[in-house]
């Protein structure tokens, strides 16, 4: 099985040759590709200097467009899944294998690790606002998610030529939702992250509240008529 | 605010919608520009259901008719959709300004 991971990346120079070492360490079967998000740090300079494996946007796109890339390169390289990974070291690699493997004994599109299934307890506004969109999927689409905020997520081939050609799909909770509600089939597997291991949080409060209204919106309304 | 005019605001807001849900549905809008109508449509149901919301704000404010302050009000919030949109419009132009010159960098070093 030919795993792909995407790593996007948007100013992460503090810490991107770090989770690329750790990947290639922990997962040497599995490729990579960072996606250089137009950052104006030291990001692009570090994937040449080290040779990673990465495009360069020439602007910043944003989150969605840059997985999207990271999705058409999975599918035009004949990929047989594709997992989001996080440039700021919160992802484990050693889950991927285990993800992969759920992917393929259970016929699924969409593989979440979960660190609620890991025993892992998400406190404060964090866990709040994740057991709010946990209920607003079980509500819209039966589907129970325990862990629907974790970044860290494989998809199926299907999903790829989805992710590939779609409009306006973000690598995000709702679009996890609607997947399901489609007949999208959505499994979770145990797993714990780790803080991040340097740069900023782009999740000040004006982007949470971004955030929750758009998600939750999302999830309530705009499932509906896509 | 007058029958007739709590009856425009319902057509109007059901059209919002319709068009908005329409164009989500052909791919013509994505959901992030989106809200900013969802939002303006239930403004709009809000002031035809409860009028006395308006009444009381154009009183307030010392307007002579409730409909007056419904067009200030419109107009206003336009006015700023109108604005943005003309901010959004020259981050685009830029952003595609670098892009057309990426790549002709790009070519201009493979040639």
């Known amino acids: ?226 | 605010m007058s029958l007739s005019l709590r009856i425009l605001c319902v057509v109007g807001a059901v059209i919002t919608f319709l068009v908005v849900t329409h164009n989500i549905r052909r791919r013509k809008l994505r959901l992030d520009d989106s809200l900013f109508w969802v939002v303006l449509s239930v403004a709009l149901l809000v002031m035809a259901i409860f009028p006395g919301i308006v009444s009381a704000l154009a009183s307030a404010l010392g307007f002579q008719a409730p409909s007056n302050f419904v067009f200030l009000a419109v107009i206003a919030v336009l006015t700023a959709k109108l604005f943005s949109l003309s901010a959004e419009v020259s981050t685009l132009r830029s952003r595609l300004d670098q892009l057309a010159q990426e790549e002709a960098l790009l070519n201009k070093d493979e040639a």
């Open chain 1, 1 to 226: 099985m030919k795993v792909l991971a995407i790593i996007p990346a948007y100013n992460e120079e503090a810490c991107i040759a770090q989770t690329v070492s750790s990947l290639v360490e922990a997962c040497p079967d599995v490729d990579y590709l960072v996606v250089n998000d137009g950052s104006t740090d030291g990001t692009g300079s570090i994937c040449d200097e080290l040779a990673l494996n990465h495009v360069d946007l020439p602007i910043n796109c944003g989150l969605a467009a840059g997985f999207q890339t990271g999705m058409k390169y999975a599918l035009r390289h004949g990929y047989d899944a594709a997992v989001q990974f996080d440039a700021d070291g919160q992802h484990l690699p050693a889950y991927i294998p285990a993800m992969a493997q759920a992917l393929a004994d259970e016929n699924a599109d969409v593989v979440i690790a979960s660190r609620v299934l890991a025993g892992e307890h998400i406190g404060g506004a964090r866990g709040m606002g994740s057991k709010l969109i946990a209920g607003l999927i079980r509500l819209t689409t039966g589907a129970r998610i325990s862990d629907p905020t974790s970044g860290m997520r494989m998809y199926g081939t299907r999903m790829i030529e989805l992710f590939a050609h779609d409009f306006d799909l973000t690598p995000e909770p709702d679009t996890v939702a609607m997947l399901a509600r489609r007949g999208a089939k959505v499994v979770e597997v145990p797993a714990h992250m780790q803080e991040r291991q340097g740069g900023q949080s782009y999740l000040d409060l004006p982007n949470v509240v971004r955030y929750m209204t758009r998600t939750c919106c999302s999830i309530l309304m705009f499932q509906w008529f896509r």
